[in-house]
């Protein structure tokens, strides 16, 4: 009864390669997101979709590609690996309200550690 | 344009002694989310607290109590009587009131709880 989890929880892929990481929410949210932590622990948000509809694109290499096909799944899609994608990409969603004053924390999954060789 | 400073690159503390983290944060928005997150050497994300723009109230949770002041643009936090587990990566996040919902996050306060 995992909230948020992602697969494969690590990834061992040559340059070059094409890849995808999973990410399945069971909270009823409507928005997820894709962050990016870097080898120094720095997090920075990628994506966000909200209802399927894509709200935030960061300055993301075409190269990654996010795609919703419902409310509790968000994958993101690599082509073209480069080593510097190597990181822990980490899925999240959360309920966005509209009244004010509502958190809309963000609930994380474990992570997707990916090593580009 | 959101910013969060975490100054503390790393603390080091026997246990049992407390464990105070800052965060500085810098935002445009008058209404505003600020929350903390514990990383743990396995890696996940934990959700730890959370305070809105307009309740400066610092509240206590278990050995976990923060001290929010908008004068001084501060969101810290205490960990109280610290054990070996708390030991980790804790992150500061703010989130602006906008339609895009991103946690803009600090680079993070390492934790070591020596026994």
């Known amino acids: 009864d995992t909230a948020v989890s992602q697969t494969p929880k690590y990834l061992v892929t040559q340059m070059g390669n094409d890849k995808s990481i999973k990410c399945e929410q069971n909270?009823?949210?409507?928005?997820m997101y894709w962050y990016k932590q870097d080898s120094k622990k720095f997090l920075k948000i990628m994506f966000s979709?909200?209802?399927?509809?894509?709200?935030i694109n960061e300055t993301v290499p075409n190269r990654f590609s996010p795609k919703s096909p419902d409310k509790a799944h968000l994958n993101l899609h690599i082509n073209s690996l480069e080593l510097g994608d190597s990181a822990v990409y980490f899925c999240?969603?959360?309920?966005?309200?509209?009244?004010?004053?509502?958190?809309?924390?963000?609930?994380f999954g474990p992570g997707t550690r990916l090593t580009v060789l | 344009a959101q910013k969060v400073t975490q100054a503390q690159t790393e603390i080091s503390v026997v246990e049992k002694e407390d464990v105070t983290l800052d965060c500085v944060y810098e935002?445009?928005?008058?209404?505003?989310?600020l929350f903390w997150y514990k990383q743990p050497p396995s890696g996940e994300l934990v959700f730890l607290i959370r305070?809105?723009?307009?309740?400066?109230q610092n509240e206590i949770s278990g050995r976990y109590s923060w001290n929010f002041q908008k004068s001084t643009s501060s969101f810290n936090f205490t960990i109280t009587a610290s054990q070996v587990v708390d030991s980790a990566v804790y992150f500061c996040a703010l989130r602006g009131y906008s339609n895009d919902y991103k946690l803009s996050f600090g680079a993070g306060t390492t934790v070591t709880v020596r026994a």
């Open positions: 909270l009823g949210h409507d928005t």
């Open positions: 305070r809105n723009s307009f309740d400066e």
């Open positions: 935002t445009r928005d008058t209404t505003y989310y």
């Open positions: 979709y909200n209802n399927k509809e894509l709200i």
């Open positions: 999240a969603s959360s309920q966005v309200g509209s009244e004010y004053g509502t958190y809309n924390e963000q609930f």
